[in-house]
């Protein structure tokens, strides 16, 4: 049972435009939810976190909004650019030592 | 921001033989650290969580026998993947988290192939 679908699966946007990309949890008792990017051979970078007493958080390009009553939380990325092209995961966890649980990740293409 | 490190980047053996990779922390005390496995185009399958001083928990179908997994102190966790077969070759990646700390600090992979 996956407890972090993420969707979509890729994504192509085009220069300029805004990524948005969906991740929806199942279990309540989540309380951290950060945003990974991941370039091809390298390992995956914290781009932005959020906790569910906020529902939305931005830093520079990058904006989470947070809907707790429908479970759900996504990634907007305004003006994106060709270096924004990667893999982004959401990922969910308990407090605590808990491991992070993620989503299956959307490869996002940004074109010129 | 805090700094993982993982060496070596990618190693190729030959079937049978045993490969260590080693995480460090840099510049923080990790007192949790997590050993993922991903495979291309894939998402991270987590392996096993070791505690600092404690013998490291797998996640369910994850041989221990196999992926040996040593956390001695603060700043690094080793993986030993014994008696390496084909299907091994994947790309492994650590995490390392501070106690009491939400955030984690991923390395950059060891990419292992063997042959």
């Known amino acids: 049972q996956q407890q972090v679908k993420q969707s979509p699966q890729s994504l192509i946007v085009q220069k300029g435009g805004i990524s948005i990309i969906n991740c929806a949890y199942e279990?309540?008792?989540?309380?951290?939810f950060p945003w990974y990017q991941q370039f091809p051979g390298k390992g995956p970078a914290l781009l932005i976190a959020?906790?569910?007493?906020?529902s939305e958080k931005k830093e520079g390009r990058f904006t989470i909004s947070f809907n707790k009553s429908a479970k759900q939380f996504s990634l907007h990325i305004m003006d994106s650019q060709p270096g924004d092209s990667a893999t982004y995961f959401c990922?969910?966890?308990?407090?605590?030592?808990?491991?992070?649980?993620f989503g299956k990740g959307t490869r996002l293409s940004v074109i010129a | 921001g805090a700094v993982v490190s993982q060496h070596p980047s990618w190693v190729i053996c030959k079937s049978g033989t045993s490969v260590k990779i080693e995480c460090r922390s840099l510049?923080?005390?990790?007192?949790?650290m997590f050993w993922y496995r991903q495979f291309p185009k894939q998402s991270l399958m987590l392996m096993a969580t070791?505690?600092?001083?404690?013998?490291?928990?797998?996640e369910q179908g994850v041989e221990k026998d196999k992926f040996l997994i040593n956390h001695a102190s603060l700043t690094l966790s080793t993986l030993t993947v014994t008696s390496a077969h084909p299907e091994d070759s994947s790309f492994y990646i650590c995490?390392?988290?501070?106690?009491?700390?939400?955030?984690?600090?991923f390395g950059p992979g060891t990419r292992l192939l063997v042959l």
């Open positions: 070791s505690n600092e001083g404690s013998k490291a928990t797998y």
């Open positions: 279990n309540t008792a989540f309380d951290y």
């Open positions: 995490s390392a988290r501070e106690r009491s700390a939400e955030t984690q600090y």
């Open positions: 510049d923080f005390q990790a007192t949790t």
């Open positions: 990922a969910a966890s308990f407090s605590g030592n808990t491991p992070l649980v």
């Open positions: 959020i906790r569910p007493d906020v």
